[in-house]
């Protein structure tokens, strides 16, 4: 979707990933989406234009409203903030490398997630095919130059801008896997490090204390880089998310509104409605799982133990805590409100309660 303006190469010292600008990738997404979003607004404007039912057009308008508003935040996101997305990806990809190192995985291991991460991705998979795919069927009916046409910068535009929740939903997931892998570690293998070596308090050795003061340095340091790369994703990425929710939750009560206007008998609606719903779904199962993590870290109870007499390290452990207790994760896109399992639960018995009022009172007014 040109949404990601840049290719993955191996480094040639030691044969890891890295994201490296791509001139002409970014100027042909850059072109083609200002193409597609002024086809898109001209062809969309006309038929809304033509549209009889008020509630259709007003569903239509919003679509077109949320769409290229999400378009125009993504031109500027690649314009502007190129260098800033290229280096955060840069920042995710070594962290994974520092994180394979400290766990001594094969190069070929799996690291990112078990089943949960797996079925996340697979849902998010159907998503896009969903978006990518409803129009066929109208393509198939209705071949004409100008449909086609249509259809095609409607799916460039529209999955261009769901890209922004995926991408939110990828990045959090990204670091939820990130805090469960080191607090896998920290938990299985180093806990049980130093117990051993509190155990053997007056046999230490002088390797084996500066053995477990690196390994335990590393660990505070990838907690830290965790936590400063979950902040630079939000402040990059917290309007683009917060705009994309209201746009979502608001489409949900617009369409659900017309399905209930034409009694219940629109089965492509209903799917929409379940697609946009699964979308906000997914992104809060993602936070929600990244921030459970990243809570675990204070209950791991690693100061506990007995490492080394120096004052220095006891400081740099104190100081570490008392950062995470500080800067607790919790996604607030704006400050307006945070995305958790309780929004949606919200939205969703308030639009049960809207659409309970207005079946109400079209049964009284028949």
């Not at 046409?149 to 801008?161: D, P």
């Amino acid at each position: 979707m040109g949404i990601i303006h840049f290719e993955l190469r191996g480094n040639a010292l030691d044969g890891s990933l890295l994201a490296m600008p791509c001139f002409w990738l970014k100027c042909l997404s850059v072109l083609l989406r200002i193409l597609c979003c002024i086809a898109y607004t001209y062809l969309s404007i006309g038929y809304i234009m033509t549209l009889e039912n008020m509630h259709l057009a007003l569903i239509a308008a919003l679509r077109l409203l949320g769409c290229i508003s999400c378009a125009v935040l993504m031109l500027l996101l690649q314009l502007r903030h190129g260098q800033r997305v290229l280096r955060l990806v840069n920042r995710y990809l070594r962290l994974f490398r520092r994180l394979r190192a400290l766990l001594q995985v094969p190069p070929h291991g799996a690291l990112f997630g078990g089943k949960r991460e797996l079925l996340l991705l697979c849902s998010l998979v159907l998503c896009l095919a969903y978006e990518s795919f409803c129009p066929v069927p109208g393509l198939l009916q209705n071949l004409t130059l100008f449909e086609a046409f249509f259809s095609l910068c409607e799916v460039y535009i529209t999955v261009g801008a769901a890209m922004i929740l995926h991408i939110c939903f990828v990045g959090y997931l990204s670091l939820g896997v990130l805090y469960q892998q080191l607090n896998r570690f920290v938990r299985q293998q180093l806990r049980q490090q130093l117990r051993r070596l509190e155990l053997q308090r007056n046999q230490l050795t002088r390797q084996q204390l500066r053995a477990a003061g690196c390994c335990l340095d590393e660990c505070i340091s990838i907690y830290d880089e965790v936590q400063r790369v979950s902040r630079s994703f939000q402040r990059l990425f917290d309007l683009h998310m917060c705009l994309m929710l209201l746009f979502g939750f608001l489409s949900m009560g617009c369409v659900c509104y017309y399905i209930m206007l034409s009694k219940f008998n629109c089965t492509s609606l209903w799917i929409l409605v379940a697609k946009m719903l699964a979308d906000i779904v997914l992104l809060t199962l993602a936070v929600q799982g990244a921030g459970s993590y990243s809570r675990v870290v204070k209950r791991l109870s690693v100061e506990n133990f007995y490492i080394t007499e120096r004052s220095e390290w006891h400081k740099k452990l104190e100081m570490f805590l008392g950062r995470l207790n500080i800067f607790e994760f919790r996604v607030r896109p704006l400050g307006l409100f945070e995305v958790s399992n309780e929004l949606i639960l919200l939205f969703l018995s308030g639009l049960v309660t809207y659409l309970t009022y207005i079946i109400q009172y079209g049964l009284q007014t028949q």
